[in-house]
């Protein structure tokens, strides 16, 4: 019975609102209200990893998008239902808000090298000798970049770039059965470590470390 | 209750003696696994390490699946070698 009255009462719920909305402007207070309760959920969400943030710019960009669709509506309607353009304009400046996440979601994927030598230190997936041959090879790569960007001319950019490949290559084939996911996180970052390798800028700040 | 431990105790005694070999084991797998990779990525042909023995810390002699024996071991520099053994 309780089942019954619970479904009627939704129904009847769901109907009036439906109603509602349609002939009045409800949607600007709709529109703002889940870009409020949006916005702490992207500030939660920035610890965590990629998979949130592009979840909230999915949610924002309709948020947008019922704004700007009510916007005219309540610019024509305006004038009487001034609390209800007031809204609209507290939502502007959420707006500007709701891009922050994106700039954030950005940034929150930033290399942490020290982050994947520790896991390649501590996986299991590679046997300590083949850690060790891995290391060598990662000092001897490190040796032609340091050739390269002391002005000789002979590991080109192109040289450096197949040997990189290939060591990356090496160590994704060891992680890739037995730790996946650091070996994922390496993929994630493969172009973003050459870059740091490529610019001599970066490239001296990395050894100067 | 004791009575119960005592009768357990040969299955529990038998269980231990049959564990200590196969963590052995699993550790001259991983060895074995260890090598192979070390001379794949030195690029010596091997295919598989069937039979690896240590002989000093980070210091190994293995045998390959198709009959090349290799020291593999690190040097005073830190770095890894592997000679190929005639």
């Known amino acids: ?209 | 209750m004791r009575k119960r431990l005592i009768a357990r105790a040969p299955a529990l005694l038998v269980l231990a003696y049959l564990a200590t070999p196969a963590a052995a084991q699993q550790d001259n797998e991983a060895l074995k696994k260890d090598l192979t990779a070390v001379i794949a990525l030195q690029g010596q042909p091997c295919g598989e390490v069937v039979s690896a023995t240590v002989l000093k810390q980070n210091d190994y002699a293995a045998t390959c699946k198709d009959g090349n024996k290799y020291h593999v071991y690190e040097n005073d520099k830190g770095r890894v070698v592997v000679d190929k053994q005639k």
């Open chain 1, 1 to 209: 019975m309780g089942r019954y009255s619970a479904v009627i009462m939704l129904t009847v719920l769901s109907t009036g609102c439906m109603h509602e909305t349609k002939p009045q402007t409800q949607p600007p207070p709709v529109a703002a209200t889940p870009e409020t309760a949006k916005a702490p959920q992207t500030a939660k969400a920035t610890p965590a990893t990629t998979t949130k943030p592009p979840a909230s710019t999915s949610k924002a960009k309709p948020a947008p998008a019922t704004t700007a669709k009510t916007a005219p509506p309540s610019a024509t309607k305006a004038q009487p239902a001034t609390p209800q353009k007031q809204v609209a304009s507290a939502a502007p400046p959420k707006q500007v808000t709701a891009p922050a996440p994106p700039k954030q979601a950005a940034t929150a994927p930033t290399l942490d090298l020290d982050g994947l030598e520790a896991r390649l230190k501590q996986t299991k997936a590679i046997g300590l000798m083949t850690k060790l041959s891995l290391r060598n090879k990662v000092d001897d790569l490190l040796a032609q970049f340091r050739q390269h960007h002391a002005g000789k001319p002979m590991p080109t950019v192109a040289e450096l770039r197949r040997s990189y490949d290939l060591l990356m290559m090496k160590v994704l084939s060891l992680l890739q059965d037995h730790d996946q996911q650091l070996a994922s996180d390496i993929v994630s970052s493969r172009e973003r470590i050459w870059g740091l390798l490529a610019d001599p800028k970066s490239f001296a700040a990395l050894q100067a470390e």
